[in-house]
């Protein structure tokens, strides 16, 4: 009797006797079946003597290992499988080197201090989440991902992942980019729409007072980032020369944005330059959390405040979404979908504009 026929239903079996014993396989088509026995007879001529050279503890992992399998798999597909993420490397010493190879680029001129500063601190996020790569499953990291924040900040987050992933099966120390097993709609989730957080006029001149009574050193800071909507990791990059009073422009060089692209600002407010003016000796420094969270705690001042407090009142004074974004660099669409709903009346926003230093 041939090994391989064909029975009812269309399936095909295998079988064949072995010292008395009836071996029987059933399967769904001629080919499977030809494989099994190809397999079958392969495996009878196996060398024992590799069999032999085992300690009864493997031959007991593999036996074990047999009888776990998923439906369908080999042994060696599922060895695959499962460690197609995992590796006995470390986790920690991959993103450390990672890390030094953006280290160089930015060392060269080739990445921004801001975006360097990101990795980094996405980098030692990343260290305290995930100890080995086995930890590192698509389930876990799309988890990991989604707990970031909002979708923008969540995208930024993957891409910075997904590049470490990508530059370790590089190094071979993955097969896979774990990343690449979700689908990109997994990363996407319900947000509520963006909160505008600004300033109030009366709140705004109070706060402005007592800086330059408390904290007269951040004036100019927060004046840059109130009445011009300068981004504030941009500003303590700007440089005294960068003012050019006589014009009332502010050049900004390529390496101070986001985006390596040279801009003017023009057409600013008047009492920016009054400002600018009085405290242009003063240094171009950030507040430090401490201040920001207990000096200021009396304002109550929301995320951002200084540059959403700038679209939405200017915004406001002009209802010209092209000028708003050419000072703030935000697309006109974004200042309509964000800052429409949020405008006050002309009489408010030019009370703003009005600002001005009062010691």
Same mark, same amino acid.
């Given at each position: 009797?041939?090994?391989?026929?064909?029975?009812? /239903? /269309?399936?095909?079996?295998?079988?064949?006797?072995?010292?008395?014993?009836?071996?029987?396989?059933?399967?769904?088509s001629k080919s499977e079946?030809?494989?099994?026995?190809? @397999?079958?007879?392969?495996? #009878?001529?196996?060398?024992?003597?590799?069999?032999?050279? !085992?300690?009864?503890?493997?031959?007991?992992?593999?036996?074990?290992?047999?009888?776990?399998?998923?439906?369908?798999?080999?042994?060696?597909?599922?060895?695959?499988?499962?460690?197609?993420?995992?590796?006995?490397?470390? !986790?920690?010493?991959?993103?450390?080197?990672?890390?030094?190879?953006?280290?160089?680029?930015?060392?060269?001129?080739?990445?921004?201090?801001?975006?360097?500063?990101?990795?980094?601190? #996405?980098?030692?996020?990343?260290?305290?989440?995930?100890?080995?790569?086995?930890?590192?499953?698509?389930?876990?990291?799309?988890?990991?991902?989604?707990?970031?924040?909002?979708?923008?900040?969540?995208?930024?987050?993957? @891409?910075?992942?997904?590049?470490?992933?990508?530059?370790?099966?590089?190094?071979?120390?993955?097969?896979?980019?774990?990343?690449?097993?979700?689908?990109?709609?997994?990363?996407?989730?319900?947000?509520?729409?963006?909160?505008?957080?600004?300033?109030?006029?009366?709140? &705004?001149? &109070?706060?402005?007072?007592?800086?330059?009574?408390?904290?007269?050193?951040?004036?100019?800071?927060?004046?840059?980032?109130?009445?011009?909507?300068?981004?504030?990791?941009?500003?303590?990059?700007?440089? /005294?020369?960068?003012? #050019?009073?006589?014009?009332?422009?502010?050049?900004f060089p390529a390496q101070?944005?986001?985006?390596?692209? &040279?801009?003017?600002?023009?057409?600013?407010?008047?009492?920016?330059?009054?400002?600018?003016?009085?405290?242009?000796?003063?240094?171009?420094?950030?507040?430090?959390?401490?201040?920001?969270?207990?000096?200021?705690?009396?304002?109550?001042?929301? &995320?951002?405040?200084?540059?959403?407090?700038?679209?939405?009142?200017?915004?406001?004074l002009y209802l010209d979404? #092209?000028?708003?974004?050419?000072?703030?660099?935000?697309?006109?669409?974004?200042?309509?979908?964000?800052?429409?709903?949020?405008?006050?009346?002309?009489?408010?926003?030019?009370?703003?504009?009005?600002?001005?230093?009062?010691?």
């Amino acid at each position: 009797m041939k090994n391989v026929f064909k029975i009812a /239903d /269309d399936k095909w079996r295998f079988e064949i006797q072995v010292n008395g014993k009836t071996i029987r396989k059933t399967f769904v088509s001629k080919s499977e079946a030809i494989d099994f026995r190809n @397999a079958f007879f392969a495996a #009878r001529k196996f060398d024992l003597s590799f069999f032999m050279a !085992l300690s009864g503890e493997q031959i007991k992992d593999i036996k074990d290992a047999l009888g776990v399998l998923p439906q369908g798999k080999t042994l060696l597909q599922s060895v695959q499988k499962a460690w197609e993420f995992d590796s006995p490397q470390s !986790l920690h010493d991959f993103l450390d080197e990672f890390l030094a190879m953006k280290k160089a680029k930015y060392d060269a001129g080739k990445l921004k201090f801001s975006e360097f500063s990101q990795i980094k601190g #996405r980098v030692a996020n990343f260290k305290r989440a995930f100890n080995s790569f086995a930890d590192a499953t698509p389930q876990a990291l799309l988890a990991f991902l989604l707990e970031r924040g909002r979708n923008k900040t969540v995208r930024n987050w993957r @891409a910075t992942i997904s590049e470490f992933f990508s530059f370790c099966v590089n190094r071979e120390a993955i097969s896979s980019n774990p990343i690449l097993k979700i689908h990109t709609d997994e990363f996407i989730k319900s947000e509520t729409p963006y909160e505008i957080g600004f300033l109030s006029v009366d709140t &705004a001149r &109070a706060f402005f007072a007592f800086v330059e009574q408390k904290y007269p050193q951040f004036a100019r800071f927060y004046a840059l980032a109130s009445f011009a909507g300068i981004r504030i990791e941009e500003i303590p990059r700007l440089k /005294d020369d960068y003012f #050019r009073y006589a014009e009332k422009k502010i050049v900004f060089p390529a390496q101070i944005g986001k985006v390596f692209k &040279a801009w003017t600002l023009e057409d600013l407010p008047e009492n920016l330059w009054v400002w600018l003016e009085k405290y242009k000796h003063t240094p171009l420094i950030r507040p430090s959390d401490w201040v920001r969270t207990h000096a200021f705690r009396q304002f109550n001042l929301p &995320a951002n405040f200084a540059r959403h407090s700038f679209a939405t009142y200017h915004l406001s004074l002009y209802l010209d979404p #092209r000028r708003t974004s050419i000072i703030t660099r935000n697309s006109e669409q974004m200042l309509r979908d964000h800052y429409w709903g949020a405008l006050v009346d002309k009489k408010t926003a030019k009370a703003y504009f009005e600002i001005l230093p009062t010691v």
